[in-house]
Structures are given as C-alpha cells and as structure tokens.
C-alpha cells in the first residue's frame, strides 16, 4: 500500500519559509501579509457565549444543535437574501478546510471521477480530489470541459486568491451547466461578507439557482468574518439529499462541532454589530496598502472582495516575493494557486494596524 502523501502535492508554504526567515531580519521585525490570518480579538459577544457553555460534559451530536442550523439560515436569508432553507439544509462542520478536503471522500468520489475547479484556486480543492484519487481540471471556462462525466465543479466568488466577484448571471450559467451534466455544485463562499466594491452573491440566492438548492452545496466559514479561525466554526448549506449524505458519513466518522462551539457559533451569527467594525478596521488597512502598493509601482487587479490584494509589477512572483522580503514583507507567490499566478502576488490585510502602517512605510522608501 502506498503511502498517501504520495499522493498529495508538496505542501507549498514549506517554500516560503526561507522568505519568511529573510523578512524576520528586517530591523522593525517581520510584517507578515502571506496569510489571512484574523489578528483583531473575538468578538466580546461571542466569548460570553463560549464561556456561558462551557459546561458540556456529553458529546456533541454530528447533526449540530436546532437553534446554531437556524441561526444559520437566519444569517443567509438576513444578509444575502437566501431563502427557504430548513433545518435539513444546514450541518455544522470543523472549520471550512477540513470540509473542502474530505468532500470527495465524503460523497464517495475515486478513480473515474473528475473535480473542476477554477484556474486560480485555493489549493485545497485539488488536494481533496487527488486524496481519492479522482483527477482534477483547472478552468474558469466551463465550456472547454470535454463531453465526459463531471462530478463535482467548485466555485469560489469572492475568490481566494483574487479576490474576484462572479457576477449573478455567471454563477446562474454555471448553475444551469452542472444541473444539465448532473455535477454537484460546490461553492466556496467563505469571503462572502467581505466585499468592498461590490455585493458578493450567494449560489442560493433565487436569482441564481431559482429558489432551488438541488444540486448546489455552499460552505461558510466565521473565521475571517468574526475573527474566529481559532474555533473552527464554519457550516456546508444547500441541498438537503446532499447534506443528508455528508450527515451520515460523518456520524460513523465521529466528525462533531463541538458543543460550546456550536453555541459561539449562535451568538457570532445573530450579531452583525461586530462584523461591521470588523469590516471598518479591514477597509482602513486595504485602503492604506492598496494605494502604498501602486505607488510603489505595482498593478492591483480584482480584489473587489476578500481579504487579499492581487498585485503584480510584471515579473516572476517568486521576485517580487523575495524583494518585498528584503523590506521585511512577507506575501504570498501567485503561483501557489495556479500557473496564470505566476506574476502576481497575494498581500494579506489582517495584519494589525500598527504592522499595515510598517509595510505603508517600506512600500514608500520603494517609491520614492
């Protein structure tokens, strides 16, 4: 039997590392943009709750508490106008990766499937498919996929790493080609509160989908939206046949949110008075790098969305990641997330105020 990592890509941050080590040398310490990170507290509201449930002596269930499912389908129909969800329609999961990774796995997807995803695309996706087996393609082009089965096709708007916003008729075409081929539908939408210059859409939203989440999957995650990464809070939505499929695997792999998470996880989306001073202190310090970056001669592309500023100056990004290293700034390579990233960079904005303002500073000794 082989051994599984060979079956896995080389884990692509061990190459920055290096980077990392150069950038720590820098005499006003490291700023580190390679990583969305949250660094701002958790959210007082959400701490109370943790700490009001933390007497949870019994096992969580796997199918997640009533009132968490409901809070979540309150929040998307609240804040993105997704209606019609049931209890049924929503589980809790461990955090977001750990659901992007295992999906295949979960709905029995192997050898003679094929997983599409996006050109420039979070890693993760292609990394589950390969853990199975199945092979991937890489493309924003549906229409280019040859005749043969699809089984899964993921989106990700707003996009990690580009912070690209897919407008509502793309994602109702996409919805209507994986409904004719009979593809589950995964969207990624785990920046869905972060949008800057437009409003990101849900794939469940009835202008999309029709009011009808058969075939439709969409994950969600309260890390970068309540600062709580370090909970592994986060939550798949969408068809009820599907998420009853995912309920049942994962009762027999003990896979459960765990109790007083459950009840954080309440608190953090019935309140929307946190995420709008989140989003104040995150709009600042984009603001901020985004005009230091262009500048100091950098292009910013997309990034309508997200936590990310897409940047390039026209070179090899592992250049432009090695000369922001010598000023003591950390970015993530473009082609970490695909080949058509190879002369970009991805520049994080959830460092702290006082780290933004470093990196404001270092860019403008680059422009003067």
């Known amino acids: 039997m082989g051994r599984v990592s060979e079956r896995l890509p080389d884990f692509p941050w061990d190459k920055l590392l290096p980077y990392g080590e150069r950038a720590r040398a820098h005499p006003d310490g490291i700023v580190?943009?390679?990583?969305?990170?949250?660094?701002?507290?958790?959210?007082?509201?959400?701490?109370?709750?943790l700490a009001e449930a933390s007497d949870s002596p019994g096992y969580p269930t796997t199918v997640g508490l009533p009132t968490t499912r409901q809070a979540a389908a309150d929040w998307l129909a609240r804040r993105f106008g997704v209606t019609g969800l049931g209890l049924d329609t929503v589980l809790p999961t461990i955090g977001s990766k750990e659901l992007v990774a295992s999906l295949p796995m979960?709905?029995?997807?192997?050898?003679?499937?094929?997983?599409?995803?996006?050109?420039?695309?979070?890693?993760?996706?292609?990394?589950?498919?390969?853990?199975?087996?199945?092979?991937?393609?890489?493309?924003?082009?549906?229409?280019?996929?040859?005749?043969?089965?699809?089984?899964?096709?993921?989106?990700?708007?707003?996009?990690?790493?580009?912070?690209?916003?897919?407008?509502?008729?793309?994602?109702?075409?996409?919805?209507?080609?994986?409904?004719?081929?009979?593809?589950l539908l995964v969207s990624d939408e785990c920046y869905l509160e972060c949008g800057w210059e437009i409003r990101p859409v849900s794939v469940l939203h009835p202008d999309v989908c029709g009011g009808d989440p058969t075939g439709i999957l969409t994950v969600h995650s309260l890390s970068k939206r309540s600062n709580l990464a370090?909970?592994?809070?986060?939550?798949?939505?969408?068809?009820?046949?599907?998420?009853?499929?995912?309920?049942?695997?994962?009762?027999?792999?003990?896979?459960?949110?765990?109790?007083?998470?459950?009840?954080?996880?309440r608190a953090a989306l019935e309140d929307d008075?946190?995420?709008?001073?989140?989003?104040?202190?995150?709009?600042?310090?984009?603001?901020?790098?985004?005009?230091?970056?262009?500048?100091?001669?950098?292009?910013?592309?997309?990034?309508?969305?997200?936590?990310?500023?897409?940047?390039?100056?026209?070179?090899?990004?592992?250049?432009?990641?090695?000369?922001?290293?010598?000023?003591?700034?950390?970015?993530?390579?473009?082609?970490?997330y695909g080949p058509k990233g190879a002369e970009h960079v991805r520049v994080a904005f959830t460092a702290t105020d006082e780290r933004v303002e470093a990196a404001v500073r270092r860019l403008a000794e680059v422009a003067a």
């Open 32 to 49: 580190d943009l390679s990583v969305g990170t949250p660094v701002d507290p958790t959210p007082q509201v959400v701490r109370a709750a």
């Open 230 to 265: 370090g909970y592994r809070c986060a939550f798949v939505a969408g068809d009820p046949a599907v998420v009853g499929e995912l309920l049942a695997v994962r009762k027999n792999l003990g896979l459960m949110l765990p109790g007083p998470q459950q009840v954080a996880m």
């Open 106 to 183: 979960l709905l029995g997807l192997g050898p003679g499937d094929l997983v599409v995803h996006p050109e420039l695309a979070y890693p993760t996706y292609e990394v589950g498919a390969r853990l199975v087996g199945a092979r991937t393609v890489a493309t924003d082009a549906l229409t280019s996929v040859g005749p043969e089965r699809v089984s899964m096709v993921w989106v990700n708007s707003p996009s990690n790493p580009t912070g690209r916003v897919l407008p509502v008729e793309h994602l109702r075409k996409v919805v209507d080609w994986c409904r004719e081929r009979g593809a």
């Open 273 to 336: 008075v946190h995420v709008e001073e989140q989003r104040t202190r995150y709009a600042a310090r984009r603001a901020g790098l985004r005009a230091a970056l262009e500048r100091a001669g950098f292009r910013v592309d997309h990034s309508e969305a997200s936590l990310y500023l897409w940047a390039t100056r026209g070179e090899p990004c592992w250049d432009t990641v090695a000369a922001m290293a010598e000023l003591g700034i950390l970015v993530a390579p473009g082609d970490f």
